[in-house]
């Protein structure tokens, strides 16, 4: 800001702008932050743009989007497809992909969604999409397998029952006696390998009398997917050994014609407990290697693990067994416990799961966070670090990874009773000093989606969108603006914040996917938010209006964008200001920029003065004047920059001038 006189004529000016700030004194503010900004980018110089618009993502076929994800199937970015679940009666899961679009296919579905489609997780990895809601299976994680088996089916292979029967068959030297039989089933594609393996079901004990050929063991019914099966048997219902290999489905039968006493020199059985099935959890993460569950929606049939809250599920690493789908199951032998217990039932919800960061992995509840610290160890992959009891997480759709200032991964998230906050390099760092005001307007009781958020990397924004007032659904959007972060000793990390509203700052959930949605898919990213009826591109390019839908019929709806400074407050010493004129510097463009000034923090009307942004020739920045930007009287003003109305227009900012008066009241004076 230019240098003012104590008293006389001179020059004042805004130059940067670098974030609101809603709860500190506006006079006691830096020059470079000020009290407000709506639909407001902050820009790396200058005083910031209008943000842009949303446009409609030209999906159809689909009956709203409760939520979304994007996953890449085959290593290719290009044929990257978009999940989402609609409002249909019960859900449907629906995919947009490349050989689709624009249109939505529905995914067949083994078992429906038994609740909303807004409360659902994802997590991509091994060349599956596993999705975490709350289903008719009870107790059953599902996974979206386009390579495989197709649809959305369910995670794992649930234990088969024991043998159909056994009967001796034939004539001839078969041995007398007892033995027992168990069965384990297997889903096996050529393609992909091993997919799931079943735990092994209960023995079925049979006593074959002298004389037969064999003893013909028939299998039980086909679980899940299943499509081989095998067979173990054991003189002793303690040690089970491989009898039959793996045979397929169609083949109901094995004739086992091997003497009990020769069972021991078969391969030995898996460890019982080595092939649990995933449990169907609320939160999901894929490290890379192991596929992490955690939360519960209180299921406990159709499966033998416990719905235990406060507990995550942590998968083998892939390629631990020699039958492969250790992405499918948990185990839980004597020597690998395929858990991690971190707050149980400790007075507080289970709330988020995110990461890695730097390896870590960090876990969420309403009131505690912990991390995940990777071992090394195969028998037990992480280790549980509580590090705080006092902060927490309001929802897992609105914790993310993302970077801070410098550049170094960091997990943000919100907390319930401070907002923003994140943990990386510098551990965790509140951000929510400057939206304070805004935090208090918050819904957390909101009955669909509290709050959701994204981080856009090319952009390097924080994006969130939080429910306020009664609203169930978000209705306020804010925007961290991650370069213009600065660490305080007291204050937590400064600057970067604005908000956004009207209907970009609506929807239920929100997703990074392709900018153009086509064949291929676009590698750039671009956010999208998606609500029961409509899915929309945010920060579309030239774009300057919000699509919103009306009872079905699409409309633009043009929206007010501002800055406002800090109040301006010329010396120490008692002054009047008397402003002449004021000008602004920065490209020219279509729009129409309106000044207000804002006397004495509102004692009178605010002063509203427009100029045009057009150019007078073939210049792309010029000086604009405003010429009726007169004021008088003040001890202190505001400057406001922005719409008059709400406008479908586009414009940036340089810098802000104006030439003003200042006069020196006597000191006691209580004349303004």
């Known amino acids: 800001m230019a240098a003012r006189p104590r008293s006389g004529t001179g020059v004042i000016g805004w130059e940067r702008f670098r974030g609101r700030n809603g709860i500190d004194d506006p006079a006691m503010l830096p020059a470079d932050m000020g009290t407000e900004a709506i639909n407001w980018h902050i820009t790396s110089q200058g005083l910031g743009a209008r943000r842009r618009g949303t446009q409609d993502a030209g999906v159809t076929g689909a009956n709203g989007w409760g939520s979304m994800a994007r996953f890449v199937p085959a290593q290719n970015e290009a044929a990257a497809e978009l999940v989402f679940a609609t409002f249909d009666t019960p859900p449907k899961f629906m995919t947009v992909t490349p050989a689709s679009a624009p249109a939505a296919v529905e995914i067949p579905q083994t078992d429906q969604m038994s609740s909303l489609p807004i409360p659902v997780s994802y997590a991509a990895g091994n060349g599956k999409?596993?999705?975490?809601?709350?289903?008719?299976?009870?107790?059953?994680?599902?996974?979206?397998?386009?390579?495989?088996?197709?649809?959305?089916?369910?995670?794992?292979?649930?234990?088969?029952?024991?043998?159909?029967?056994?009967?001796?068959?034939?004539?001839?030297?078969?041995?007398?006696?007892?033995?027992?039989?168990?069965?384990?089933?297997?889903?096996?594609?050529?393609?992909?390998?091993?997919?799931?393996?079943?735990?092994?079901?209960?023995?079925?004990?049979?006593?074959?009398?002298?004389?037969?050929?064999?003893?013909?063991?028939?299998?039980?019914?086909?679980?899940?997917?299943?499509?081989?099966?095998?067979?173990?048997?054991?003189?002793?219902?303690?040690?089970?050994?491989?009898?039959?290999?793996?045979?397929?489905?169609?083949?109901?039968?094995?004739?086992?014609?091997?003497?009990?006493?020769?069972?021991?020199?078969?391969?030995?059985?898996?460890?019982?407990?080595?092939?649990?099935?995933?449990?169907?959890?609320?939160?999901?993460?894929?490290?890379?290697?192991?596929?992490?569950?955690?939360?519960?929606?209180?299921?406990?049939?159709?499966?033998?693990?416990?719905?235990?809250?406060?507990?995550?599920?942590?998968?083998?690493?892939?390629?631990?067994?020699?039958?492969?789908?250790?992405?499918?199951?948990?185990?839980?032998?004597?020597?690998?416990?395929?858990?991690?217990?971190?707050?149980?039932?400790?007075?507080?919800?289970?709330?988020a799961i995110a990461g890695p960061i730097d390896g870590n992995i960090l876990v969420f509840q309403s009131r505690g966070i912990f991390l995940l610290k990777p071992t090394g160890s195969a028998q037990r992959p992480y280790a549980r670090i509580a590090l705080s009891r006092e902060l927490g997480a309001l929802s897992h759709w609105s914790t993310f990874v993302g970077e801070d200032e410098s550049g170094r991964p960091a997990v943000y998230f919100l907390d319930p009773d401070r907002g923003p906050y994140r943990y990386g390099y510098a551990g965790f760092e509140w951000l929510g000093y400057d939206v304070q005001d805004l935090w208090k307007n918050?819904?957390?009781?909101?009955?669909?989606?509290?709050?959701?958020?994204?981080?856009?990397?090319?952009?390097?924004?924080?994006?969130?969108?939080?429910?306020?007032?009664?609203?169930?659904?978000?209705?306020?959007?804010?925007?961290?603006?991650?370069?213009?972060?600065?660490?305080?000793?007291?204050?937590?990390?400064?600057?970067?914040?604005?908000?956004?509203?009207?209907?970009?700052?609506?929807?239920?959930?929100?997703?990074?996917?392709?900018?153009?949605?086509?064949?291929?898919?676009?590698?750039?990213?671009?956010?999208?938010?998606?609500?029961?009826?409509?899915?929309?591109?945010?920060?579309?390019?030239?774009?300057?209006?919000?699509?919103?839908?009306?009872?079905?019929?699409?409309?633009?709806?043009?929206?007010?964008?501002?800055?406002r400074s800090k109040a301006w407050v010329t010396t120490a010493l008692p002054q009047t200001v008397e402003l002449h004129r004021a000008w602004i510097r920065g490209p020219c463009s279509d729009a129409i920029l309106a000044q207000r000034l804002l006397r004495n923090f509102g004692d009178d009307e605010p002063l509203l003065s427009t100029v045009p942004l057009h150019a007078e020739g073939d210049e792309s920045r010029r000086v604009f004047l405003f010429e009726e930007a007169m004021l008088a009287g003040a001890w202190t003003f505001q400057t406001e920059l922005g719409d008059a109305v709400a406008a479908d227009h586009y414009y940036q900012i340089d810098r802000w001038d104006a030439r003003m008066t200042a006069t020196d009241l006597e000191v006691g004076s209580s004349t303004l």
């Open 129 to 351: 999409l596993f999705c975490a809601y709350h289903n008719t299976a009870g107790n059953r994680l599902h996974v979206y397998d386009p390579l495989g088996r197709g649809g959305i089916v369910r995670a794992g292979l649930g234990v088969p029952g024991p043998p159909a029967s056994a009967a001796i068959t034939g004539s001839g030297s078969y041995p007398a006696g007892l033995r027992y039989y168990r069965l384990q089933h297997r889903t096996f594609l050529t393609a992909r390998g091993g997919l799931a393996v079943s735990a092994l079901g209960p023995s079925l004990a049979y006593t074959a009398p002298a004389g037969g050929l064999a003893v013909r063991v028939t299998n039980a019914a086909a679980t899940d997917t299943a499509n081989q099966w095998r067979v173990f048997g054991s003189p002793d219902n303690v040690l089970f050994y491989d009898l039959s290999g793996w045979l397929p489905m169609a083949t109901t039968f094995f004739d086992d014609v091997l003497p009990v006493e020769s069972y021991g020199t078969q391969p030995a059985a898996p460890l019982e407990g080595s092939r649990y099935p995933l449990p169907s959890a609320k939160y999901l993460l894929w490290d890379g290697y192991h596929l992490l569950l955690f939360g519960t929606h209180g299921d406990q049939t159709g499966n033998a693990l416990p719905a235990v809250p406060g507990r995550v599920y942590i998968t083998q690493s892939l390629d631990a067994t020699v039958e492969g789908g250790e992405d499918e199951s948990i185990t839980m032998t004597q020597e690998i416990k395929g858990y991690v217990d971190l707050n149980r039932n400790g007075n507080a919800e289970d709330r």
């Open 442 to 563: 918050v819904h957390l009781e909101a009955l669909h989606t509290v709050a959701c958020g994204l981080y856009d990397a090319r952009e390097r924004h924080c994006y969130w969108w939080v429910a306020t007032g009664d609203a169930n659904y978000p209705t306020m959007g804010l925007t961290f603006h991650v370069a213009e972060a600065r660490a305080t000793q007291t204050q937590g990390v400064r600057y970067g914040w604005t908000q956004f509203n009207g209907y970009a700052a609506s929807c239920y959930c929100a997703v990074m996917f392709a900018e153009t949605i086509g064949n291929p898919m676009a590698r750039k990213l671009k956010p999208y938010l998606g609500d029961h009826q409509k899915l929309v591109q945010f920060d579309a390019p030239n774009t300057n209006t919000d699509y919103v839908t009306f009872d079905g019929a699409p409309a633009r709806q043009p929206y007010v964008a501002f800055v």
